[in-house]
């Protein structure tokens, strides 16, 4: 994840790093320029956000669709049952309390860095493996694993727990560079970095019926996972 490049503990942040024209620089000739490592990190920090939220996209696209579907290949879901989709969304709230509440203690004990890393680390880990079993109930060669009532389940848990994890994640980000930029800083910054992180939900949900196409639901959430890691 490009967020493991970033250290979320500041305190010792080194000043402003000044290269000098000429200098012992691979780059001679250039002229003098300083990075201000904040900057750096957030710029950094947004790029990653932008990834998650593109890879949100993949996995809102694949989890509606097994989720929704009467049948998707061999895996059946739900249809148009307005039922499943009110207890999958009432759902969502006291998962959403478990992942705050395992971050929260994760937080305490290992610092923010390590709480990013522990967690879009095991979002991404629940993504794959839910592509390998999306990717093994698609296979017409096998028999099927489970039945139609585990398949369903199976469904509509992957259709809460992205639910859940878009946030725990995005708040990581936000929180990381709030707490770095000055208030004049966020004013002038928060709006593009929103902005760059609809473009990548946009460039995902126009790029996902041509990713799901060439390579299934279960591939969708395989690019999934990687764009959160």
Same mark, same amino acid.
């Given at each position: ?18 290269? %000098? ?8 000739? /250039? ?14 920090? $947004? =790029?990653?956000?932008? @990834? ?10 694949? !989890?509606? %669709? =097994? ?8 895996? &059946? ?13 009432? %759902? *969502?709230?006291?998962?959403?309390? @478990?992942? /705050? ?14 709480? =990013?890393?522990? !967690? ?6 629940? =993504?794959? $493996?839910?592509?390998? /079993? ?20 199976? $469904? ?10 878009? +946030?725990? *994640?995005? !708040? ?7 707490? *770095?930029? !000055?208030?004049?800083?966020? +004013?002038?910054?928060?709006? &593009? ?32 996972? %990687?764009?959160?890691?």
């Amino acid at each position: 994840h490009l967020s493991a490049m970033i250290d979320l503990s500041l305190s010792h942040a080194v000043p402003p790093m000044h290269v %000098a024209s000429g200098g012992s620089s691979f780059l001679p000739g /250039l002229p003098a320029f300083s990075v201000d490592p904040r900057l750096a990190s957030v710029s950094l920090m $947004a =790029l990653s956000m932008a @990834l998650h939220y593109l890879g949100y996209e993949f996995a809102r696209s694949a !989890t509606v %669709a =097994l989720f929704t579907s009467s049948r998707t290949g061999r895996t &059946p879901g739900w249809g148009r049952s307005s039922a499943a989709l009110g207890a999958a969304m009432a %759902a *969502v709230c006291p998962l959403s309390a @478990l992942f /705050l509440a395992g971050y929260s203690r994760l937080l305490a004990e290992f610092g923010p860095r390590v709480a =990013l890393r522990a !967690t879009s680390g095991a979002c991404a880990a629940v =993504l794959a $493996a839910a592509a390998a /079993l999306v990717g093994r109930l698609s296979n017409a060669s096998l028999p099927p694993p489970a039945s139609a009532s585990t398949c369903r389940a199976l $469904a509509a848990a992957l259709f809460v727990f992205r639910e859940s994890y878009v +946030q725990l *994640v995005g !708040t990581q980000h936000w929180s990381f560079m709030g707490s *770095v930029l !000055t208030p004049a800083e966020g +004013q002038a910054w928060f709006a &593009p970095i929103a902005g760059v992180s609809s473009a990548a939900s946009a460039a995902g949900g126009a790029a996902t019926r041509r990713i799901a196409g060439a390579v299934g639901l279960g591939g969708l959430l395989v690019c999934a996972a %990687a764009a959160g890691t």
